[in-house]
């Protein structure tokens, strides 16, 4: 029975991931970082792992289990992360490095921990990046920067790790139905006050936290292709799932900058002077 470890399994597209990949006869490990949700997996019948993806020594343990009771990891697909939103500047430094922890640094991490087993396995890592990588929005800043970083090290990656019979895949999900823009938007009001320079501006930061629910995608449809394609002999190195998923990155390739950018500003209301 193949092995699959796939991170952020508490809702949206990790759950639905977990779902579709146990159905087609993988050992699913499933993680989450709340004992609740943990509890939630393990009785849907998930090997359930709280696991906090930054915690190396957790990570280092999770390692060796799996070596244990498999000796191997056919798929590890790094899922965990969520959507800073507000401008760049009210979340400064540190709104950067919390997004960046979870949603870069922490693939490194968990690839890094489950190389051993990846490497004899042959496995394959499935790093879940966004089309918001390709087409950056305002009030997204950070979560942009931290997808298209994503996509820089799944290339990196897919290099490194091809001499030792690791594949790496890319995936950039359009709009997903989740629990990611109700995440999305409980970040954006931590930064939304009077104080902030941007707060005439705040309907249009609610907008872009509302905005990867625009005819959203069933997560379920989405984990249904997403496993068709690791399944393949080849798998690819890059994916798109969802609505948007390739409209969005051919504007971005099409539309002169400025045309672009003029639109985005209109879409999110900073046209005008404040």
């Known amino acids: 029975m193949p092995v699959a470890l796939i991170t952020g399994c508490s809702s949206g597209i990790g759950r639905a991931l977990a779902d579709a990949f146990k159905t087609a006869g993988y050992e699913v490990w ?5 004992a609740e949700d943990v509890a939630l997996l393990a009785t849907a019948g998930f090997t359930a792992v709280q696991l906090d993806v930054n915690d190396n020594a957790a990570l280092e343990q999770l390692a060796e289990r799996i070596n244990q009771q498999h000796g191997g990891l056919d798929v590890l697909i790094n ?11 009210d979340g400064g430094v540190p709104a950067m490095q919390r997004q960046f922890e979870t949603n870069v640094f922490s693939i490194v991490g968990v ?8 490497r004899r396995a042959k496995g394959l890592v499935v790093n879940i990046g966004s089309v918001s990588g390709v087409l950056v929005t305002p009030f997204a800043g950070a979560y942009c920067a931290s997808k298209a970083a994503v ?30 823009a109700k995440n999305a938007g409980h970040e954006a009001e931590q930064l939304i006050n009077e104080q902030s320079p941007w707060f ?18 069933p997560a379920s449809e989405f984990a249904a292709v997403l496993l068709k394609a690791v399944q393949q002999n080849k798998p690819p190195r890059l994916i798109r799932i969802g609505n948007g ?5 051919l504007l ?5 900058k400025g045309l672009l950018e003029s639109a985005l500003m209109k879409r999110f209301g900073l046209r005008g002077q404040l």
């Open 30 to 34: 499933a993680s989450a970082r709340k």
């Open 111 to 118: 690839t890094r921990a489950l190389f051993p087993v990846l």
């Open 151 to 180: 996509h820089a090290l799944s290339d990196a990656l897919r290099m490194e790790l091809a001499p030792f019979g690791i594949r790496v895949m890319e995936v950039q999900p359009g709009a997903i139905q989740s629990s990611f």
């Open 200 to 217: 005439p501006l705040r309907e249009g930061i609610r907008a872009r936290a509302k905005a990867s629910q625009d005819k959203p995608t």
């Open 79 to 89: 899922n965990a992360g969520y959507g800073a939103m507000g401008p760049l500047l």
């Open 245 to 249: 998923s390739r409209a969005l990155p």
């Open 252 to 256: 971005a390739a099409l539309l002169p």
